[in-house]
């Protein structure tokens, strides 16, 4: 089964228009972070906003926010005023808790949104 | 401005051949990672480091790939011999350690073996 799981292959937005990523995760951990990370066409993976499992508030990074759902699984990236630099890859990625017979654990990454903004 | 680097940027190779990636972690970030991001796999850990030392290296095919960390400052992943299905951008990531979540990522290395 995927932990990490975006549904929308792609999304389509205005300009100034505010838009909403969805992703849906899966852990049986109460410790967890949830993370989203955009990636131009250029390539690069730009981090943009964290989420603790035990944060009570969502978290935001001007104008990006995370609408967290504990109950729900679900950590959705909302952007505000999207703006054309906005459009590009983002993925949804979590951390989980090390295993027993582990130091530490890497990001497991959702599939990815393609985010295209038009003016 | 602290970014993780990495290099080459883009390398071209034929079947068989070598490949050397290299990666410098943000100076005192002493956890680092290598992700492969392929169109039908998407992004999948290779390996990581920790204070130099390898915790987990289960996504790596480990008869042809094989990451060090040499110093703080420097962790390599090499292919050898390289195959074709190895094509793919690799990507190193950096943190501050395992207590601290996030994850800084390099620009990314494409590979193409031809």
């Known amino acids: 089964a995927q932990k990490i799981t975006q549904t929308q292959p792609g999304m389509f937005v205005q300009e100034k228009e505010a838009v909403t990523l969805d992703c849906t995760y899966d852990t049986s951990d109460q410790s967890y972070g949830l993370f989203w990370y955009k990636q131009p066409s250029s390539g690069e993976m730009i981090f943009l906003i964290y989420q603790g499992s035990y944060d009570e508030q969502n978290a935001t990074e001007g104008r990006y926010s995370l609408n967290f759902q504990k109950a729900r699984k679900s950590a959705n990236l909302v952007i505000s005023a999207s703006q054309l630099g906005d459009s590009a890859m983002y993925f949804c990625a979590m951390r989980e808790p090390p295993a027993a017979n582990q130091a530490g654990t890497a990001l497991i990454f959702g599939k990815g949104t393609t985010l295209s903004v038009s003016s | 401005d602290a970014r993780v680097t990495q290099t080459p940027r883009d390398k071209v190779t034929e079947m068989g051949q070598e490949v050397t990636m290299r990666c410098q972690p943000i100076?005192?970030?002493?956890?680092v990672f290598w992700y492969r991001q392929t169109m039908m796999q998407g992004l999948e850990l290779l390996a990581y480091f920790r204070n130099r030392a390898p915790l987990d290296d289960s996504g790596m095919p480990k008869d042809r790939f094989s990451a060090e960390m040499p110093d703080a400052t420097l962790a390599t992943l090499k292919i050898q011999p390289s195959e074709p299905r190895d094509s793919a951008v690799y990507f190193c990531?950096?943190?501050?350690?395992?207590?601290?979540?996030?994850?800084?990522f390099g620009p990314g290395t494409r590979l193409t073996v031809l």
């Open positions: 100076l005192g970030h002493n956890t």
């Open positions: 990531a950096s943190a501050l350690g395992l207590s601290t979540d996030t994850q800084y």
